[in-house]
């Protein structure tokens, strides 16, 4: 494992310092960096969503329902009282698990295959597979990896109608979706408006949501789940294939052994670094000096999870290194804020840990698997997330051996 003291960050997002852990900066932005402040804000009942497109999402007609991200109060709480069940771990286990072997067994097939390939080739079909199980996208036609990565594309560009970039983006983002809607979504609505399964999307049609609400939350659950998962299994498998204790530890532990080591390295690594409030009430938050600060109604607040996750005084010594079984202060989440906290704490908690898991544990235990390249990172600035490419997995064919 690195060298005590050593940042051990493979996605750098600058310096580990803390530094004061609220403040308001001058473009009269609140910044959280430290742990306890963090998870207060997060926690706190007098906040809303803010950020991650929702001026767009208000500007819609009041009668469309919002999906479940951008909803606050009590019908979000109650959303996700609702569908807390397709998310518990027992559940994972045992609806999910077996989709997850196999999409796993799959995809390493093709690698013994092909002998060489990019880890997000083999990473992405995972994520697809099992947040699809969970939604009930389960009736697409052949292409949801290739509308999925039009949708997402690496590098975003801004819709409008005042350039041609503008309307460039604008037809290729209508485009994206109506791909998606047609592709993936109507089919599955149509299979369970005629029989209904134990799945997301037959629980929105329950509650009499519109197809084009439902193409809103399956979009929401792909960005959270599947992009996201993608990307964490990039940046442990580059931990673990430049870690020689780190990869023995992890190749000889049991699974839930396994498991703290990657919720460990994603405590180092969030996939999303900042996650923004709007206060709708005076909240108040721990400062460093055991006192309090309190940010006014009406206040935009920068969670700072990359910052927060590195807080000593939450993670004990060394923060910035990789140490499984962390000994962590008291109350404190062992995984940091990396899923958030509070109401819009991420559900799929178990579902990402254990698909990185069944993926990993069975890459690492190929004979002489290595990595061919090193990933190139680039991070989306709005949500200051990672996005890795490039990263190249080389396994030994027979005849070479």
């Given amino acids: 494992m690195a060298d005590i003291g050593v940042n051990a960050r493979k996605a750098a997002r600058g310096g580990p310092e803390i530094g004061c852990p609220v403040e308001r900066g001058q473009d009269g932005v609140w910044r959280v960096r430290g742990y306890a402040a963090g998870l207060a804000m997060l926690r706190s009942a007098g906040t809303r969503q803010a950020g991650l497109g929702i001026e767009t999402i208000e500007k819609l007609p009041a009668r469309i329902r919002r999906p479940v991200l951008y909803r606050d109060g009590p019908e979000h709480r109650e959303h996700r009282r609702q569908t807390a069940r397709y998310f518990t771990p027992r559940r994972v286990d045992e609806h999910y698990r077996e989709v997850m072997v196999r999409v796993a067994e799959t995809q390493l097939a093709e690698l013994r295959r092909a002998g060489r390939k990019q880890l997000t080739e083999l ?74 399964q134990d799945d997301l999307i037959s629980h929105l049609l329950d509650e009499g949501c519109t197809d084009g609400e439902i193409l809103g939350e399956c979009l929401t659950f792909a960005a959270a789940g599947m992009i996201t998962a993608r990307e964490f299994v ?14 023995e530890r992890y190749r000889t532990a049991a699974e839930s052994d396994r498991l703290a080591i990657l919720r460990e390295m994603l405590r180092l690594e969030p996939v999303i670094g900042n996650l923004l409030r709007r206060t709708t009430t005076a909240v108040e938050v721990p400062t460093a000096d055991g006192g309090t600060v309190t940010v006014p109604p009406g206040e935009l607040v920068d969670i700072v999870l990359s910052v927060a996750n590195l807080d000593p005084k939450a993670m004990g010594a060394h923060p910035s290194t990789v140490r499984p079984v962390r000994p962590v202060a008291e109350g404190v989440i062992d995984v940091g804020l990396s899923f958030g906290a509070g109401p819009h704490k991420c559900p799929g908690v178990h579902i990402a840990m254990l698909e990185t898991d069944i993926f990993l544990s069975r890459l690492f235990a190929l004979d002489g698997v ?8 680039s991070f989306n600035e709005e949500i200051n997330s990672y996005e890795l490419r490039g990263l190249e997995v080389v396994l030994p064919q027979p005849d070479a051996i």
């Fill in 123 to 196: 990473s992405f079909p995972l994520a697809i597979e099992v947040v699809s199980a969970v939604i009930g996208l389960t009736n697409s036609r052949p292409g949801i990896q290739r509308r999925l990565d039009r949708f997402f594309p690496e590098k975003f560009g801004k819709p409008g109608l005042t350039s041609v970039s503008g309307v460039y983006w604008t037809i290729r983002q209508t485009s994206a979706w109506l791909r998606l809607y047609f592709g993936d979504v109507r089919p599955a609505v149509r299979a369970r408006r005629r029989e209904r």
């Fill in 370 to 377: 290595r990595m061919a390249a090193p990933p190139r990172v």
């Fill in 234 to 247: 990039n940046v442990a498998a580059w931990h673990l294939f430049t870690d020689n204790l780190l990869l």
